[in-house]
């Protein structure tokens, strides 16, 4: 029996101010979600579009809490193998070499020499488990298949895995798990059900500047104000790939970089690839860039 994760949270309000002391400015829906995630034991499945801050809730969860954080990056064509543990099969070889040098011929004794825990290369979601107090981050799974999502069901349920060779390693405790979906395509009910659900939606303009503020102290404040306005009537002109969270921060880096003592047409356009990441979204910008300012 795996025992329910010791991470000193008591309320939504803690969990709040845990994600305020790491300069993550969230909601209270988000707080309320991450709590019910921790005190229930259930993996917090978070949606929303790109550059939103889901990932970056998994790294100030486990930077707040003092645990180790284990990524695994999802992509189309990942196998268990690279999520979970794999052999090193060239030492394993190594091994064996060595062995018959030195006179040994059991293929038995052989076979308990190479399948040792020293040869197994643990992967992110192995790592977790094993660890226990952490974190866990499976970013990006909608870009897996259906047969992931059915191994990330069996581990999720039950926090344990079986190598054959070694046994069955359970985790000591139930370390917080964090799914991240970018909704490419929809993900199964059944791996749903299991998680703890919230939608991260594109901030509001008040919540938007603060993050600004918190992030880059050294952008002045007017320049603050004016680069969240511009970004959120981007958000409007409904292009290809919106500029998220991410995408206005790196933006403002840029202007503090440059020394930018203010927003115009001329300042900004060189700078309009830190906000936008299409061709079209960029000509189609730089198009409305001055009236978009002149609106601020």
């Not at 005190?39 to 801050?53: I, S």
């Not at 052999?87 to 394993?92: P, S």
């Not at 866990?136 to 069901?153: G, K, N, Q, S, Y």
Request: include cysteine.
């Amino acid at each position: 029996m795996v025992s329910p994760p010791a991470f000193p949270l008591e309320s939504p309000e803690a969990v709040w101010r845990l994600l305020e002391g790491e300069r993550y400015v969230a909601e209270e829906g988000l707080a309320t979600a991450i709590f019910l995630a921790l005190r229930l034991g259930r993996p917090l499945l978070l949606e929303g579009e790109p550059g939103v801050g889901k990932t970056e809730v998994a790294r100030v969860l486990a930077q707040g809490l003092g645990v180790p954080l284990f990524r695994l990056q999802c992509y189309e064509g990942l196998e268990l193998e690279q999520a979970l543990y794999e052999w090193d099969h060239a030492r394993q070889l190594l091994e064996v070499r060595l062995l018959e040098a030195l006179g040994e011929r059991d293929r038995e004794r052989l076979h308990r020499s190479i399948y040792r825990e020293e040869f197994l290369l643990k992967r992110p979601v192995l790592q977790a488990l094993e660890v226990g107090r952490a974190v866990l981050l499976i970013d990006e799974v909608d870009r897996t298949d259906e047969a992931f999502e059915a191994f990330l069901l069996e581990v999720l349920s039950e926090f344990q895995v079986s190598v054959p060779e070694l046994g069955t390693i359970r985790a000591p405790f139930r370390p917080a798990v964090v799914l991240t979906s970018n909704r490419t395509r929809e993900l199964h009910d059944a791996l749903r059900r299991r998680c703890v659900y919230y939608w991260i939606d594109y901030p509001s303009l008040e919540k938007e500047l603060r993050i600004v503020h918190l992030r880059l102290p050294e952008l002045p404040a007017r320049l603050a104000e004016g680069l969240v306005r511009l970004v959120q009537a981007v958000r409007g002109l409904g292009l290809l790939k919106p500029p998220g969270v991410a995408e206005a921060l790196d933006l403002g880096s840029a202007l503090v970089a440059a020394g930018a003592g203010d927003l115009d047409p001329r300042v900004l356009e060189p700078f309009l690839g830190a906000l936008l990441k299409t061709r079209e979204d960029v000509e189609r910008v730089r198009e409305r860039l001055p009236s978009l300012l002149a609106a601020l």
